[in-house]
């Protein structure tokens, strides 16, 4: 199996769009907790979408740079994955 294609982004915040899949669930302390990090370390992962912007890893930051008001998300879209692999990130 070879590796997905990756592109790093600089994308505006509202063209990215949670996974509607995601299981996960964070506190509005969690998400508190990851803003306030941005102020002191920036970005130091990206949100990973696919080809459509969705979330595969990466929604607790996208909801904190929401709180911070943030215009734009560092992404990287991972192309040429199977559902299941999507389903695995």
Known sequence: M????????LN???RVK???????EHSAAQITQI???FEEFGF????LVDE???ILAGEAKWLATQQRNMTHVPTRVLSGLTETQ???I
């Open 2 to 9: 070879s590796a997905p294609e990756n592109e790093d982004n």
């Open 12 to 14: 505006p915040i509202d």
């Open 18 to 24: 949670p996974n509607p899949s995601n299981p996960r």
């Open 35 to 37: 803003a306030r990090s």
């Open 44 to 47: 130091t992962n990206l949100i």
């Open 52 to 54: 459509t912007e969705m």
């Open 86 to 88: 999507n389903a695995s």
